[in-house]
């Protein structure tokens, strides 16, 4: 398997993880997108600020998987290899998410590894973080996991930390939420070292964790089920190529993919 899985620290211990958490996210707008890289910068920083890691530190802290296909990229390549090694899993829900094929088999790939995790220690994980990016209820096949900001900040889990981040009064709201979950980020990987394992080699042949009609919510209505099409995620409505959003930072494995 490419890539390192986590550095050695003292008597050849394992140390902290490569990537701590993996962000999950379903390309809706050039807008949304535009936010969503902001968030994962923010939420990087406090990752490492959080676990001691040093800017310059080559390791990755986070993988932002975010529906722009950067062209030539060997995405399925960087996807597997960040989903088998994080060690938390940031799901940013909305109606759109729970119709992402893709994002489906994101979920489902880093769920496998749970149950891989809970046989083998008998321990359950709690590192599958769904976040409200839009008012959205999960959908009941999933199971009892619930939203990690339903603890962490009622105005986000209210209103969707779309909607949070939009508002300059919720700035304050805004960045609590982003250091408690950072937080949250950081115990969870450390007291649940889940081992790595990779997907297979063929992204799109993975399960996907939700072949149903997805849920409604926050009065949006359903949202049809969008099929994985590379090109047209890849262009604007007039035929425009995307621009990947800027998420700086050496060695964050800044590879995007298509919904």
């Not at 406090?46 to 802290?61: F, I, L, N």
């Not at 220690?121 to 409200?132: C, E, I, K, N």
């Not at 300059?168 to 609590?176: F, K, L, N, Q, S």
């Not at 399960?207 to 995620?233: L, M, S």
Request: proline residues 8%; contains cysteine.
């Amino acid at each position: 398997m490419s890539g390192a899985t986590g550095r050695r620290g003292p008597a050849g211990a394992e140390a902290d993880p490569d990537i701590f958490f993996f962000l999950s996210f379903a390309e809706s707008s050039d807008t949304d997108d535009e936010l969503v890289a902001i968030f994962f910068k923010d939420l990087r920083n406090e990752v490492r600020a959080v676990s001691g890691t040093r800017k310059s530190d080559p390791a990755a802290t986070g993988f932002l998987s975010i529906a722009n296909l950067r062209l030539g990229a060997d995405w399925s390549e960087e996807i597997r290899t960040a989903l088998g090694t994080c060690r938390v899993f940031v799901a940013l829900s909305s109606p759109t998410y729970f119709a992402s094929e893709s994002c489906g088999r994101e979920w489902q790939a880093f769920a496998d590894r749970l149950v891989a995790y809970r046989t083998a220690t008998g321990r359950d994980a709690p590192s599958l973080l769904p976040v409200s990016w839009r008012a959205t209820e999960i959908p009941e096949h999933l199971g009892t996991i619930q939203y990690a900001d339903r603890s962490l900040s009622t105005v986000v889990f209210d209103e969707g930390l779309l909607h949070v981040m939009r508002l300059t009064r919720h700035r304050d709201a805004y960045h609590e939420f982003v250091g408690k979950l950072a937080a949250l980020i950081v115990r969870t990987a450390r007291s649940h070292p889940i081992p790595p394992s990779r997907p297979g080699p063929d992204f799109y042949r993975l399960p996907a964790a939700f072949p149903a009609v997805p849920p409604t919510g926050g009065g949006a209505g359903a949202v049809p089920r969008q099929r994985d099409a590379e090109v047209t995620a890849r262009q604007h409505p007039d035929g425009r190529p995307r621009t990947p959003p800027d998420l700086g930072g050496r060695g964050e494995l800044p590879r995007l993919h298509g919904n």
